[in-house]
């Protein structure tokens, strides 16, 4: 993407070489779609967006925009579907537009500006963290906690809604479900819902490692998730650096959902150790962020591995300073 405008490349010809030239795939900025709404033609330029994700299928094309300012200004939540055409949220007003499905107002009086959101893998639902309330109340209550508590959209329709009850962690999303690390009655636990039942969370583990302590933090990847989401889930996990005295600590970790491949709900299984520092300069080094491949079989993520790699812009390897200027890496696991 380049600001508003979606771009494609062509490689059925490729052999090689010079990569072929892209051409315009959709633009947000067109009528029906970012120029239905008022508040965007106060202003009608992007001058910050979300991350660009796509469901699944390949068939539907999502990010959110903002026209005042950076991360967090923002209110406009746009989707683009093949065939169907755009809707966009507009979070601040409350309000759907769009060339397909249910447009008008919420349901909710909720009003907020965005952080971040993405797609669910089907493409039915897109997930948007909310920055400041705009609204007497957000998430039902007067001073919202917005870290990693997403509004759901069902986009064919103009529903917003959000989970009640261990909602907070770190999250990813599969085709019908949501799962997040609540932590709720343990270190380590995470909580599965189905989109359409936001309020009815179940815990999903039974069994941990002996000796878990604080700090303890996991991120997550569904890339490889199939269409009733029972495939396992892949995390990496931080303590900080200097906890490492159980097991799953910084570790690439598999978890396994409900009905999943005949394995009990809640298993958790040790793929490998990650060797970060947990304390790097760089975000994704630091927190060995990752994501799991399509087909399930490799998880890559970034690592300082132990300040081992040398200093940034340098060749020599013996030695860095720890969260100062040790260089990461990019390092594939293979999962099984």
């Not at 992007?46 to 959110?64: E, K, M, V, Y």
């Not at 940034?312 to 293979?334: H, P, Q, W």
Request: with cysteine; aromatic share 14%; proline share 4%.
């Amino acid at each position: 993407m380049s600001s508003t405008k979606i771009y494609k490349y062509d490689f059925t010809a490729y052999s090689g070489g010079s990569l072929p030239s892209p051409s315009l795939f959709f633009d947000f900025n067109s009528s029906g779609c970012l120029q239905a709404d008022p508040n965007w033609n106060a202003n009608p330029r992007a001058t910050t967006r979300t991350i660009f994700t796509i469901s699944t299928d390949g068939q539907n094309f999502s990010t959110g925009f903002s026209n005042a300012g950076g991360q967090g200004t923002g209110f406009f939540s746009a989707i683009y579907k093949i065939g169907s055409g755009c809707r966009v949220f507009d979070t601040k007003s409350g309000t759907v537009h769009g060339q397909w499905g249910f447009t008008g107002a919420i349901p909710i009086g909720d009003r907020f500006t965005m952080h971040e959101q993405t797609i669910g893998k089907s493409g039915d639902y897109v997930l948007i963290e909310g920055t400041a309330c705009l609204s007497s109340t957000c998430l039902g209550s007067s001073a919202p906690n917005f870290s990693n508590t997403p509004y759901f959209w069902k986009v064919s329709s103009t529903n917003v809604n959000f989970a009640s009850g261990a909602r907070s962690g770190h999250y990813t999303e599969g085709h019908r479900h949501w799962m997040n690390n609540c932590q709720c009655n343990h270190l380590g636990q995470d909580a599965f819902r189905l989109f359409t039942s936001l309020n009815k969370p179940a815990l999903l583990i039974l069994n941990f490692p002996p000796g878990m302590t604080v700090p303890f933090d996991q991120h997550f990847s569904w890339n490889n998730v199939d269409a009733n989401d029972t495939y396992p889930f892949v995390s990496s996990s931080w303590t900080g650096g200097s906890n490492l005295t159980f097991a799953w600590a910084n570790e690439i970790l598999g978890t396994f959902p409900p009905n999943s491949l005949g394995i009990a709900t809640g298993t958790v299984k040790r793929f490998a150790h990650s060797f970060i520092t947990g304390r790097s300069q760089t975000f994704d080094t630091q927190w060995a962020i990752g994501q799991v491949s399509r087909d399930g079989k490799f998880f890559v993520f970034s690592s300082d591995w132990l300040g081992t790699l040398g200093a940034v812009g340098s060749s020599n390897l013996a030695s860095c300073t720890i969260g100062s200027n040790c260089r990461g890496d990019v390092f594939i696991v293979e999962l099984r």
